[in-house]
Structure formats: structure tokens, C-alpha cells
């Protein structure tokens, strides 16, 4: 059986299955179309304005990665005037944040951004190894995770930044939903809308 042929541009070999609408796309195909939604996500949502400062919470993963590749390109591509930095979190976890930390030093070098990097032992006077010696393993990822997010917020007014954006993938969202579903939280359900840079202020 002969290779599929890209949807888009019907002359490239189809290398990915879109999730959402199960077009087949060449590689460049994909980039294009991934690129024009979050420009038009952008656009659409007046999601920034220009000379706003944002920062880009990275924490040397896949999607806070792409995050920052893809709001580089289209912040030169389309003039969006953006000033863009990297904000990234050091938990204080003996081998597991460290490898993350060099990928977001490289990112800032490639990107050419900037790099800020907050620590849980500057900013809460405990590392999260000593917080797990403290309370133990058990529900431990519930207070990282409630350190984390506040300390994307503090490093964001330690730079007199208003908005934080972070990378997260459909399976994410997913996710969040089902749990606050099963959960029956319906406040935090009703926070799942549509975007606006008001609403998106720290």
C-alpha cells in the first residue's frame, strides 16, 4: 500500500494523524497549521498587547519548550512587540530537576531569552527534599505542586510581569476536566473558558 500524501499540500508523505480532525500532514504541513492556530488563538483572544513583558514558565520539557519555540517565531513573524522570558522553578529535588535545568539554560541560549530561575529555599526557606523529610512521601506531590504555581507567580512580580503562560498539551486538559467532573468541582469547572488577557493576570 503506497505512503498516505499530506492532506494540506498533497505532495509530501503524510507523517502525523491530526487527533482533533485526522488530517494526515507532512512535517511541514503540521508546523504551518499548528503555528497559524496559536497565532489565531492569540489574535482572536487579544490574549497580549504590544511592549507587554510575558513570561514563559519553562520547565525544560516538551511542551514549555515548543511553548517558547513556537511564541519566538510567532512573536517575529506577526510583530506581536512581546518582550519574552523564561521563568523556571528549581523545587529543590536532588536528581530529578537538575537535567530539566540545563535543557531551559539551553533554551534561553538558543531562543535568545532571558532566563530567570526561582528556587523553593529562596523563596520558601525549605527545599522540597526537606519538605518530604519533614511530612514523608505520602501527598507530597500536592504541596510541590501548590509551591510550584505559586512560585511561577512570585518570580513573574519579582520581574514585574503580568501574565504567565505555560505549555500543556490536549491530554492535559483532559484530564483537569475529568478529575474536577469526578470530583464534582464545579467552580473550578467554570473556569474553563475562553481566554483573555484579563482574565489571564496573575
Known amino acids: 500500500m503506497p505512503p498516505s500524501l499530506c492532506q494540506r499540500c498533497e505532495a509530501q508523505k503524510a507523517v502525523v494523524k491530526r487527533p482533533k480532525n485526522h488530517h494526515k500532514l507532512c512535517k511541514e504541513c503540521f508546523l ?15 490574549l497580549f498587547f504590544r511592549g507587554e513583558k510575558i513570561a514563559i514558565g519553562a520547565s525544560g520539557g516538551k511542551d514549555s519548550t515548543v511553548l ?38 539551553r533554551n534561553a541560549v538558543q531562543y535568545e531569552m ?3 530561575i526561582v ?11 526537606q519538605v518530604v523529610e519533614m511530612i514523608g512521601k505520602k501527598g507530597n506531590c500536592t504541596y510541590c505542586g501548590v ?10 512580580k519579582m520581574l514585574e510581569i503580568k501574565h504567565v503562560v505555560t505549555g500543556h498539551n490536549a491530554d492535559d486538559i483532559a484530564e ?12 473550578r469547572l467554570s473556569r474553563t473558558q475562553k481566554h483573555s488577557a484579563e482574565q489571564q493576570e496573575v
Open 32 to 46: 504551518a497549521v499548528f503555528e497559524d492556530e496559536v497565532h489565531h488563538t492569540i489574535i482572536s483572544s487579544e
Open 114 to 116: 532571558p532566563l530567570q
Open 176 to 187: 483537569t476536566v475529568l478529575m474536577n467532573l469526578l470530583r464534582g468541582d464545579m467552580s
Open 147 to 156: 509551591f510550584r504555581r505559586q512560585a511561577l507567580d512570585r518570580g513573574a
Open 68 to 105: 517558547a519555540s513556537v511564541l519566538k517565531t510567532l512573536n517575529e513573524r506577526h510583530d506581536y512587540g512581546l518582550d519574552l522570558v523564561l521563568l523556571s522553578v528549581d523545587e529543590g529535588i536532588k536528581g530529578y530537576r537538575d537535567d530539566s535545568l540545563e535543557t531551559v539554560k
Open 119 to 129: 528556587g523553593y529555599d529562596t523563596l520558601y526557606g525549605w527545599t522540597m527534599d
